[in-house]
């Protein structure tokens, strides 16, 4: 009896000895925790490899700013300033290309006399016989085409009646001695609405209403409301005059589609023969730059969502 207490103590003593060294070897081997943190941790780079990696570092590098060379001085029309359309483009231009974008708004006369005077790196304007000339003399390098819109004549609706005919709608204004605001400022819409006084052989100024505001587009549209004239003005400042006025306008467009009425944009960088202390450099950049497709791409969807309707019209590359 006393034989078999012993023997029944010495397999208990064992079973229980069996039982601690299986417990305390699990909390002593890390193998099994270790083993699939580690694959975890390798995985994705495995899985990702550098080919996986390229797009992202790619992308990076696109979408980081170019670093700052300089400032490109332009003389451009004040429908580029008035439209918002350089407002813009140009942080765009200073991140994509590293040059800041300066500008003076003033008519198409002065600012391609600014490009004469060597005062401007780049002219943007919309006169293209005048922009020829610019070329021709010598000033220019080469105009390229940028974008367009058309002309449109605004006024009150009585007594004139909406057409699409120009010529009918300048007779009568003129016959019935109707108030007409003029820029007066030898602008690209100057221009345009000399021309067609001349064409139809008629003096406006013997009109005692023909008035000449001698500023920009949107002052002169401010200024034909106030008096219940006509003026002509591009289609684009006058969406966004129309849209974001502080005064509700009380005129609309009463002759717009006729053939004659386009207003085509173009860029020509001033000539470094004549002037080589002007940044050519930038200038070709922004040439470059605002005909290519991305760009044009951009103009072209520039006022959709706010006006209804683009306010230029891309085709550099036509």
């Known amino acids: ?13 064992a079973s229980m000895l069996a039982v601690c ?18 694959v975890s941790e390798e995985t994705p780079e495995e899985s990702a490899g550098e080919e996986a990696e390229v797009p992202e570092e790619t992308s990076d590098e696109t979408a980081a700013p170019a670093e700052k060379k300089g400032v490109l001085m332009m ?27 300066q500008w003076s708004a003033v008519g198409t006369g002065e600012a391609l006399k600014m490009g004469e005077n060597g005062d ?10 005048s922009e020829e000339e610019f070329v021709a003399g010598g000033f220019g390098v080469e105009r390229f085409q940028v ?7 605004v006024g009150p609706t009585e007594p004139v009646a909406p057409t699409d005919d120009i010529e009918t709608l300048f007779k009568t204004i003129q016959e019935d001695q109707l108030t007409f605001v003029s820029r007066g400022d030898d602008s690209g819409t100057d221009k345009k609405e000399k021309g067609i006084w001349k064409k139809l052989e008629i003096d406006p100024s013997e009109n005692p209403n023909y008035l000449e505001s001698g500023q920009g587009m949107g002052a002169t549209i401010t200024m034909a409301d106030e008096k219940g004239a006509y003026c ?19 005129l609309d ?23 080589p202390e002007l940044n050519n450099e930038a200038a070709n950049d922004m040439i470059e730059w605002i ?25 550099a590359n036509e």
Request: proline share 4%; aromatic share 8%; charged share 25%.
């Open 1 to 13: 009896m006393k034989k078999q207490r012993q023997l029944l103590a010495m397999i208990l003593a």
């Open 21 to 38: 060294v299986t417990g305390c070897g699990g909390k002593e081997d890390p193998a099994p925790e270790e083993t699939p943190a580690e």
């Open 75 to 101: 003389a451009t029309t004040t429908s580029t300033a008035d439209t918002g359309l350089l407002d813009y483009l140009a942080p765009i231009f200073l991140a994509d290309t590293g040059w800041e974008l």
């Open 120 to 129: 401007v790196d780049i002219v943007l304007v919309h006169a293209k016989a």
């Open 147 to 153: 974008m367009y819109n058309d002309f449109v004549v």
């Open 232 to 250: 002509l003005t591009d289609r684009g400042t006058w969406l966004k005059m129309k849209t974001d006025a502080d005064v509700e306008l009380q």
């Open 253 to 275: 467009i009463l002759c717009e589609g006729a053939s004659d009425l386009l207003n085509q944009y173009g860029i020509i960088a001033v000539s470094p023969e004549k002037y």
């Open 291 to 315: 005909c290519s497709e991305e760009v044009q791409e951009l103009i072209g969807n520039y006022g959709v969502d706010q006006y209804g309707e683009a306010l230029f019209t891309p085709n």
